[in-house]
């Protein structure tokens, strides 16, 4: 499966914004994808993960913020972004869960091409 992240932008402090993982290749109905972003200088940190049975998991710095959802026919998976702080300013990168933790980076292969997401104070 390939994946291609897009919906990335330039927003003000708690503005909005909503990524879009397109998935090609085969169908992703039983497939976990996960979210992760990388900041200028910093390590790829995990931000969310959807199970394609067992439901989303996020990480503490983004739950109450970002939601996952999925539209299988478009092979498509989104990040709701609301609320969006300087800190959220990273290129968003989607991949897919092979096995283990996942909150963690090394569980995921096929990454797609990031999006930048710029938030400004």
């Known amino acids: 499966v390939q994946l291609q992240a897009s919906g990335g932008g330039l927003v003000q402090a708690g503005d909005s914004l909503r990524l879009s993982c397109a998935a090609s290749?085969?169908?992703?109905?039983?497939?976990?994808l996960g979210w992760f972003r990388q900041a200028p200088g910093k390590e790829r940190e995990f931000v969310a993960s959807?199970?394609?049975?067992?439901?989303?998991y996020y990480a503490d710095s983004v739950k109450g913020r970002f939601t996952l959802s999925r539209d299988s026919g478009k092979n498509t998976l989104y990040l709701q972004m609301n609320s969006l702080k300087p800190e959220d300013t990273a290129v968003y990168s989607c991949a897919v869960w092979k096995a283990g933790s996942y909150y963690s980076t090394g569980s995921y292969a096929s990454w797609g091409q990031g999006t930048l997401v710029t938030v400004s104070s």
């Open positions: 290749g085969r169908p992703f109905i039983r497939t976990t």
């Open positions: 959807s199970h394609w049975s067992a439901g989303s």
